[in-house]
């Protein structure tokens, strides 16, 4: 967090109060009677512009002077922050206007900076009066020292000392530094529970985000103390006993103690356990449009079971979405615990008003800088004119946030005013860059080096459209693709994509030599949503496919180059289906993914049929664990009395696959010894997720183990259970700022004795 200073400039009115009082203190005879002003001088002006004292006074050349507007043109000129001295003589009928300027800064240094920004520190402590050429005021010196300093503690930094240093210049200004002594971040030494009975303190302990050092806490930061990291920290401790049937528990007092030297901090938490209650029944009352059986089925507490106040919010909150989809946008849920402390037993009541029932006017959309209105409104489900539809209007927002071209999306229901029967819907967005210019580097074990770039545009212009070219190296493949995705070709929502590429692929050959397998080729996709998470894809594309020669070639690829030529067309059709409804992309926890591919060449000099099916699904598990599972099949069969091609082929071992085995060596082997895959392929995947200790709740750091199991096979040879590979091991996910990060470590299960095995493997930019 950097440090952010509330306060703005502070009027000089110390300075005003005491000159009105000095001039109130004056006696009587010193009062001016009236005059006529015949000539106002200013004295003492150093930088500031003459006009400037000239326009703050409140009388003129010609104007009569009083003692009223001599109070009036103090407060003025002290009004402007110019000036630390103000005072008006009289000569005759010659007002003179005496100032003393305030210093200007002429420069702010920091000494010692390390824990915050240099830059966002010196725009902050401007934006509070405190830069290089504005006044110099002492009192927004010492308020922004003392700033500073809260921002240290709030980092736990105890023992930081911030000194302000004001050094005079020439010409009334003076230079400002603020020299710090940071010092090393208080640590928690221990936290403690006292009162706890119904469930262990390193139970209750695990729930929380602070914690004791520990072996990964230089990188969590978990042990530093903050004060909103503790409030958190107990909500999620009350949240835990009320869902486990402890109504009515409280945290009676927090204790944080920090050591004599400011280094380290121990945390005392009372609480108060109280007993649990069971549920005893469920009742609605209030209005229900007459549909209690439907809201009844929403209903997440049974009789019997402990009371859970996270089934009571979640089924309030149900309600709240069901009578939106009747267009109630302002339903009011009262739940009330009835609780019977004798017996330990609670009965919980639904109180319903659902107000009354709206029409949606208008939806705006607002802070959309550069993308189009439509790019925003296409996705709306929710139509102007139609019932309130809460549903409609989430799924809307939900669709909306994942173009990934703002940063927050928020929906904003306001009534309108004279027609309670109507709402309007502004929809905001914060924009964020939406472009990517990219050139990096990587290393595997399997690939070696590799060189990626890349320019991306996912939302052209503005207008939604993706364009891209990229580029990617390795020892065995390399890639060169353009393309460009239209995802409403048609109003429908119908996308299109089109890629030109150029592939070269050198599959690995135990004799070191090289060969590789060139394909050019361009191909247009279409995609039909069919729901709002499946969409059925078509294309069509050609490919050309060069076997190059040389002595390394295998003879599987050197029987296929005689047989049918070195260079072959292909015109692949492809046909496909996704589903996609995990909770994310890139750290999945909850949720399916399906995808079925079938790629069929149905004109040209090579005929085949290339078939892939993958199923993954992730649950969730206590102790914020998860388990993933992912299947693949993979069939190529060749078609017109040809077999299938051997550049189509699968590959399995490694990474993605069997892990343990070395990449690409699964399948079958050629009489050169280089491994060519095969056209049948299966993989078995099953990981178990844990957060790495002393992490927190950092789901982009996580350990897991893990079990593979699968194989390649021959276009003819039958795939029995004796030729399944198996292997387990552990491993660490990281979603890095280069790229997702995968290690693994592992032994074989069922091997045969040619197998290469590789028992560490990692790679960055890795997907299961």
Known sequence: MLPVFPFGPLRPAAALMVALASA????SAWAVAPFLIKDIRVEGLQRTDPGSVFAALPFRIGDTYTDDKGSAALRALFATGLFKDVRIEIEGAVAVV????????GSVTFVGLKEFDKDPLTKSLRDSGIG?????????????????KRQYLSRSLYGAEVVTTVTPLERNRVNVTFTMTEGDAARIKDIRIVGASAFSESTLLSLFELTPGGWFTWYSKSDRYARSKLNSDLEKLRAYYVNRGYLEFA??????????????ISIAISI????PYTVTSVRLEGDYLGKEKEFQAFVLLRPGQPYRGDAVAETSKRFQDLFGLYGYAFARIEPRPEIDRATGQVAVVFTAEPQRRVYVRRIDVAGNTRSRDEVVRREFRQLEGAWYDGGLIKLSKERVDRLGYFKEVEVETNEVAGSPDQVDLVVNVTEKPTGNLMVGAGYSNAEKFSF????????????????????????????????????????????????????????????????DLKTPGASVRFGVPFSEYDTVFVGLGFERTEIGASTGI????????????????????????????????????????QRVNFEWAVAGDVRYLRTNLQYQEYWQLPWRMSIGLNAEIGLGKGLGGKPFPVFKNFYGGGLGTVRVFEQGSLGVVDPTGAYIGGAKRLNVNTELYFPVPGSGNDKSLRMFMFADAGNVWREDETATAESIRSSAGIGLSWISPVGPLKLSWGVPLKIQRNDRIQRFQFQIGTAF
Not at 24 to 27: L, N, R, S
Not at 98 to 105: F, G, K, L, Y
Not at 134 to 148: G, N, S, V, Y
């Open 251 to 264: 945290v009676e007092s927090t204790q944080v103690t920090i050591s004599p030297d400011k280094q380290t």
């Open 24 to 27: 109130a203190a004056v006696p």
């Open 98 to 105: 005496i100032v003393d300027e305030r210093s200007i800064i």
């Open 554 to 593: 295998p003879l599987s690829y050197l029987n296929y180059r005689v047989l049918y030529g070195d260079k072959t067309n292909s015109f692949p059709l492809t046909v496909g289906w996704a589903r996609d409804a995990r909770d994310s992309v890139l750290v999945p926890t909850a949720g399916r993914y």
């Open 452 to 515: 990626t770039a890349s320019v991306k545009q996912e939302n052209a212009f503005g207008s939604g459209n993706y364009m891209g070219i990229e580029v990617n190296t390795s020892k065995y493949n390399r890639t060169l693709v353009v393309s460009t995705v239209d995802p409403y070709w048609t109003v429908d929502g119908i996308s299109r994509a089109i890629d030109v590429f150029y592939r070269t692929s050198r599959p690995f050959n135990s004799l070191g030599d090289a060969y």
């Open 272 to 275: 108060k356990e109280g007993q």
């Open 132 to 148: 290089e050429g504005l006044p110099f005021d002492r009192a927004l010196i010492d308020r922004a020292e003392q700033e500073i």
